[in-house]
């Protein structure tokens, strides 16, 4: 076979240094373009902020800000400091943090920066027990099973297996486990020491005045039918229980006010904000949108050593021009970015302005391709910008993927969005006869009958995403 060589043009696109920049800075939230922008206000002189004391929004609590849903758990366990002992050797026993004997002015003050710190529960429990006039060894070994409870409150680790880890010296029986765990159960919140929901609940329910009307029914509920009880089979539980309607609601209603997790109110959670990129407001019969000022970072070229540069040399000025240019390109993507954002914005805000004048349920069906199309745009650019990205409207603050949904068809020929569909699932379960709860089945024909053509399975999932459990879960008395 001959070889010949031939010439052909075509045209690639470059990823050059700046454009990969735009991009980045598109994908990232407005938390990691702060961090962003502190990490270049640190590395190059040549940028500067337009106003010294700007800095995160969320960090003056603005009202533009949101704190989520979402937290983190936060609580750790101090490290517990040793105490003398003679019949407890300090190399085998690891011993609570808390004093013998009245507490010094000191120990006051700790107290008082503990109660407005909102305590955690091994340092609620502790305290507690150091203001008990227990003798110091049942302090001790309340003081293993405070460290044993997890977040929840809970003694997950059976007693058999503390007292068989606990070393032979330390002479601990499971007869003194189990007397140091009941008074660890009557030491702090009703149902803290539990070792299941069970117990737990009727902790609760055995702290209460002992003439509240059916507690001694609701504790052989929680005690002996807690199964029956979560899977809402009243009729096996009437028969069990030899009670009518009226007993049986009032146990439950008992029941229902107790808290399974009795530990999580003293977690310290970490609170997330969010801050909107753009808000939304209704203007002149209009909605539009605008850029969130304080979500942006107000930046310029620092004119003192752009002076210095000029008057410099090339060979002596190479690093400081390296420094402007990149400054110029941080600067003019980050506002690209912006102006991204904001196109973007108002066109779903274009799209989705039945949302804004009546709700969820008046959602139309939008996916990426048709903002790409009307802006021109990539459709891959249109999910960076919609990723991380939130929007304040006066329904709530909502990330801009929230408005992006895709369509059911109607018998009119239309199509509904499903975020609509999941509306209209949540009023119709909202309005039911929790007597007789609308099955899957039912609502699908219900919606039918609305024009929306949509299957079981389908409710179902919508369901599901809205943690609506199943009708037979729902039922009440």
Known sequence: MKQVLQLRQSQQLALTPQLQQAIRLLQLSTLEVNQEVARL????????????????????????????????????KDEAPQQAGEEWPKDEWNEPSFSVGGMSDGEEDSHAEVVAGTPSLREHLIWQLNMSQLDER??????????????????AQPLE?????????????????????TQLQNLGEPGIGARDLGECLALQLKALPEHTPYRDLALRIVTQHLGLLAARDFTKLKKALHCD?????????????????????????????????????????????RLNVEAMPRLRINQMYASILQQRGEKNAQQLSGQLQEAR???????????????????????????????????????????????????????????????????????????????????????????AIRALIKQLVSEED?????????????????????????VAKYRELLHILPANLRKSL
């Not at 969320?58 to 983190?72: R, V």
């Not at 049942?138 to 003694?155: P, R, V």
């Not at 032979?168 to 140091?180: G, I, R, S």
Request: charged share 25%; net charge negative.
């Open 41 to 76: 206000l640190e590395e190059n002189p040549m940028l500067e902020r337009e106003d010294d004391d700007a800095a995160l929004p969320y960090a003056h609590g603005d009202a533009a800000s949101a704190p989520t849903s979402t937290a983190e758990d936060s609580t750790t």
């Open 138 to 155: 049942d302090k001790k070994i309340i003081g293993l099973l405070i460290d044993a409870l997890d977040e929840n409150g809970y003694l």
């Open 329 to 419: 390109w941080f600067i003019k993507n980050l506002q690209q970015r912006f102006d991204t954002i904001l196109r973007v914005s108002q066109a779903i805000v274009d799209r989705q302005r039945h949302f804004l004048d009546y709700g969820e349920i008046a959602m139309r069906p939008l996916v990426l391709r048709e903002i790409a199309d009307q802006l021109e745009l990539h459709e891959s650019t249109i999910s960076r910008v919609t990723t991380q990205k939130f929007m304040l409207t006066p329904r709530g603050i909502f990330e801009l993927k929230y408005f992006f949904g895709s369509g059911v068809a109607t018998d009119a020929g239309g199509t509904c969005s499903s975020t």
């Open 161 to 181: 297996e503390i007292a068989e880890l606990l070393p032979e010296q330390l002479d601990v029986t499971l007869d003194d486990l189990e007397t140091a765990l």
């Open 245 to 289: 309607d009226a007993a049986l609601r009032t146990a439950q209603a008992l029941i229902v006010h107790l808290k399974p997790k009795p530990g999580a109110e003293f977690e310290q959670r970490a609170a997330d904000y969010v801050v909107p990129d753009v808000v939304v407001e209704h203007h002149e019969g209009n909605w539009r949108a």
């Open 434 to 458: 929790t007597q007789h709860p609308l099955s899957d089945s039912s609502m699908s024909e219900i919606l039918a009958q609305q024009g929306i053509l949509v299957a079981r399975r389908t």
